[in-house]
């Protein structure tokens, strides 16, 4: 029997459970309903060592660390056929805590490219209206298609659009006082959610589509 294709989502934020998980959930959702595997991987719960900087992967698929959860992590993406990045912006960028996971993943890319062909895709989430998420979306997005991964869009092929990416924001109106008004979680926020389920299915609809034109699965 055919397993079913998996998606995995990735949270670098370091507050478990939070905005930038409850975007991956959507994400995930969506990929569910097109018939995915999922897994919420929060980097949170493993011990990720700093990238060493001692070129070891440098012609050869290895990494000097083994004595941490990297191991485990690449496994997964490894396995998956979806990988969805997810981080909070920080100080315009993705936290430290994802780029240590990206560095990372250095042996995976740089002698074979051993996570091409798989499907990315990436989601934001920042406290300010404009707060980076952009900026942070193209990095996260930059690292997938540096892994010979093909970028999946939250785009509604039969719908109208209304953001640019599936990136939140706590930021919810200003008042004509100037008193600004949050919201207490992007929970509140459905712009960002609906398009987060779109990427999901849209992850989803790319992933059969490989499967179907390369055979693999
Ligand atoms: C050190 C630090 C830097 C931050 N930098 C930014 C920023 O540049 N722009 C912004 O809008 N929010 C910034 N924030 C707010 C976070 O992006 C925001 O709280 C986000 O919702 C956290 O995601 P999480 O709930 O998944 O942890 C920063 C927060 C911290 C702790």
């Known amino acids: ?11 670098g934020s370091h ?30 719960d493993y011990n990720i060592k700093p990238c060493l900087g001692c070129n070891r992967c440098v012609g050869k698929s290895q990494c000097t660390i083994n004595d941490d959860d990297m191991t485990k992590l690449a ?9 969805v990045l997810g981080s909070p912006v920080y100080f315009g960028n993705v936290t430290g805590r994802m780029k240590v996971f990206m560095d990372r993943t250095r042996w995976l890319y740089l002698s074979k490219s051993l996570l091409s062909g798989k499907v990315g895709a990436a ?21 997938l298609i540096m892994h010979g991964m093909l970028v999946a869009t939250s785009r509604n092929p039969d719908g109208a659009v209304y ?32 398009e987060c389920r779109q ?12 499967k179907e034109s390369y055979g693999v699965g």
């Open 163 to 194: 953001n640019n990416g599936a990136t939140g924001t706590l930021f919810r109106a200003i008042e004509s006082d100037g008193e600004i008004i949050w919201r207490r979680s992007v929970g509140d926020d459905e712009l960002a959610l609906r």
């Open 15 to 44: 507050r478990k459970g939070r905005n930038t998980a409850a975007l991956l959930l959507a994400v995930l959702e969506g990929a569910q309903e097109e018939g995915a595997a999922i897994e919420l991987i929060e980097l949170v």
């Open 123 to 143: 989601v934001t989430h920042a406290a300010l209206r404009n707060g980076g998420q952009e900026l942070v979306h193209l990095v996260l997005e930059r690292f």
């Open 199 to 210: 990427l999901g299915r849209n992850v989803m609809k790319l992933v059969k589509q490989l």
């Open 75 to 83: 496994e997964k993406l490894l396995q998956a056929d979806g990988i």
């Open 1 to 11: 029997m055919r397993s079913l294709p998996k998606v995995i989502a990735i949270n």
